[in-house]
């Protein structure tokens, strides 16, 4: 297609060019325009109200394209990741309250042994990693050992426990330099005091500790050549910024160094279980575990489904009643619904108690925080 003639020189007015074929317009008006300055070849107006209407066209386009790569980053386990973080600021502190004395108490008589502990809906798994992390030796006398369970475990909660653990693996700091700062992998590092002096003042990047020489450690240079150095030959360079919660860093950081980090990874995705709360005949799929567990754990169910399914919490009682050991507990905790009859009467303590007791279910209120905000249960098996 021809190039439509620019304006004038001495035209005042501002005019747009343009050539090629137009593409499919946002509207018929629009097109009739475009159409209408093509044949007649003349320059486009930027102050025309049609293309006014049409860059605010684009603008929407260009928004809901934002919109739609936000809620794709949403579903990868990174942004599950950070969307469950943003929550949990708030609730871990909450539920570590609940369960740090029943738990010392329960091993007061048991210190020293292992005991099953399952979290029924884990999700993305990321609170049964932090109790994982949080209860074992010296936080309390003995060691659970954590079965997150979920009807989507061999998926999403699979993929999440996997990211975890190798962000895990990224945030555990390789050393300490002679200014105290830590440097993880994939930091900058300065290379100093080196008899080969030429390297020194370069900047290489840090990628692990050496597995043949423990207190030496591989850094990578621009043209690629890796070196094995000690540490008080590198400087940290830059900052590292992350956005782990404080709590979860200093507990990952603890277990680093005691060698434990990727043992506990390593347990969680061994028995992470498939397990529909819904489906009963699921339930087999943890029967080896039936009155030998410690803790039981229901976290934010009926967030997730209590607009369907607002009796789903009775399931909870049911199965965690099967598994509990006497002595052992049970921690509810979801939100609060505005009606007591719009989620099955969950957070109801009586009408609670009274299910339990109609089903011999054995289960004792040991511990209840309840609020317009949130329901917290704490059941001890009897």
């Known amino acids: ?16 060019i343009m050539t090629g074929p137009r593409s499919n317009s946002s509207t018929p008006m629009v097109a009739h325009y475009i159409d209408n300055c093509l044949l007649k070849r003349e320059p486009f107006s930027v102050d025309d109200p049609i293309l006014a209407r049409m860059k605010v066209r684009m603008g929407s386009i260009a928004a809901m394209t934002e919109h739609l790569k936000k809620q794709e980053y949403q ?37 020293g042994n292992t005991f099953p502990a399952v979290d029924l809906a884990a999700n993305s798994g990321y609170y049964t990693t932090q109790f994982a992390f949080r209860y074992r030796p010296p936080h309390i006398g003995g060691t659970l050992e954590w079965c997150p369970t979920d009807k989507r475990a061999e998926t999403k909660t699979w993929d999440c426990l996997k990211y975890l653990a190798q962000e895990a693996e990224d945030n555990a700091f390789l050393f300490e330099d002679s200014n105290g700062g830590r440097v993880f992998r994939n930091d900058k590092v300065e290379l100093v005091d080196l008899d080969r002096y030429e390297f020194n003042g370069k900047e290489a990047i840090a990628l692990e500790r050496d597995p043949k020489n423990n207190d030496r450690f591989r850094v990578q240079m621009e043209d690629n050549l890796r070196l094995r150095l000690k540490s008080n030959n590198l400087i940290k360079a830059d900052q590292r910024e992350t956005e782990v919660p404080t709590y979860e860093k200093k507990q990952q950081q603890v277990l680093a160094s005691m060698g434990l980090d990727k043992a506990i990874f390593a347990g969680l995705l061994g028995r992470t279980t498939t397990l529909d709360l819904l489906k009963t005949e699921t339930w087999s799929n943890v029967s080896e575990l039936k009155d030998k567990c410690a803790l039981v754990t229901c976290i934010n169910l009926l967030r997730a489904i ?7 919490w009775k399931n909870v009682l ?11 507990h049970l921690l509810q905790y979801d939100e609060t619904a505005t009606d007591d009859t719009i989620w099955g009467k969950y957070g109801n303590v009586k009408a609670m108690k009274e299910y339990v007791s109609a089903n011999s279910l054995h289960l004792r209120v040991h511990n209840e925080s309840i609020d317009n905000q949130r329901v917290l249960l704490v059941w001890r098996k009897e």
Do not use: C, W
């Open 318 to 328: 049911d199965l965690a009643s099967r598994l509990l050991l006497p002595g052992g």
């Open 75 to 111: 579903r990868t386990p990174r942004g599950k990741m950070d969307r469950l973080r943003q929550v949990a600021r708030q609730e871990y502190p909450i539920l570590t309250r609940a369960l740090d004395k029943p738990l010392r108490e329960f091993f007061q008589t048991r210190n």
């Open 306 to 312: 209590g607009k369907d399914e607002p009796e789903a």
């Open 1 to 16: 297609m021809t190039r439509a003639e620019p304006p004038s020189p001495s035209s005042s007015k501002q005019h747009i």
